[in-house]
């Protein structure tokens, strides 16, 4: 069965800019959520999904949205990039609880 | 919100030695998950522990959720198993929202 899957793998953007960032769960999950990981710090909650609406929020700027749509892909959505926005974003799914996560896509914003 | 603490911050050993890692929670959970991220970033899924105990091969973990820790026991380790361990939780919310601690980051040295 295939995992979680992202896309792109490796993303450049100037500041300023904004950025789509996708994401497709395990078959049969309905639950999506969003991290960003900075260099050496954990992953940091930005939002969950769950069949189409927003579950739960992070402490995030309005900058940042998402949304789930009906075959439960989601998209991560940045914009005005700013230089401190350069970070491993992660995408996880979930049957019930356990979350299981995508490879990331790693944005640069120069 | 809820606090995790991973400790140590880091470790170093030699190829055959044996290792702990905790991770201490501030509050009650219901999802209680370890880690390893690998050098491309990938979050691999180790145990799924909200109490008691699991083993898989050389790697055990054990949640005393009423003192609210965990512990990844790692045997035998090998150079494969350098990398981050992170321990995530999520509070009794019934939203898929990981809070993650700062990581052990481990070197296995042959």
């Known amino acids: 069965d295939a995992g979680v899957t992202q896309s792109p793998t490796h993303l450049i953007k100037t500041r300023g800019q904004h950025v789509t960032l996708r994401c497709s769960p395990i078959?049969?999950?309905?639950?999506v959520s969003w991290y960003q990981q900075v260099l050496g710090q954990g992953p940091q909650f930005i939002f969950q999904?769950?069949?189409?609406?927003?579950?739960g929020r992070g402490n995030f700027p309005d900058r940042f949205s998402a949304r789930q749509f009906p075959n439960y892909s989601s998209e991560l959505n940045v914009n005005a990039l700013l230089l401190g926005d350069s970070a491993l974003y992660l995408c996880?799914?979930?049957?019930?609880?356990?979350?299981?996560f995508g490879p990331g896509t790693r944005l640069t914003v120069t | 919100g809820i606090q995790v603490e991973q400790s140590p911050p880091d470790l170093i050993l030699q190829e055959g030695a044996n290792s702990t890692l905790r991770c201490n929670f501030s509050?009650?959970?219901?999802?209680l998950q370890w880690f390893h991220q690998n050098p491309w970033g990938q979050l691999i899924n180790l145990f799924y522990?909200?109490?008691g105990t699991k083993q898989n091969g050389r790697l055990s973990a054990t949640t005393v959720a009423t003192e609210r820790y965990s512990l990844l026991y790692i045997s035998s380790s090998q150079t494969t198993d350098s990398g981050v361990y992170f321990c995530?939780?999520?509070?009794?919310?019934?939203?898929?929202?990981?809070?993650f601690g700062k990581g052990t980051m481990l070197l296995v040295s042959p």
């Open positions: 996880a799914s979930s049957l019930a609880i356990e979350q299981y």
């Open positions: 078959s049969g999950h309905k639950s």
């Open positions: 999904y769950y069949e189409k609406e927003e579950r």
């Open positions: 509050d009650s959970v219901n999802n």
């Open positions: 522990i909200p109490s």
């Open positions: 995530a939780v999520e509070r009794q919310s019934g939203y898929s929202t990981l809070t």
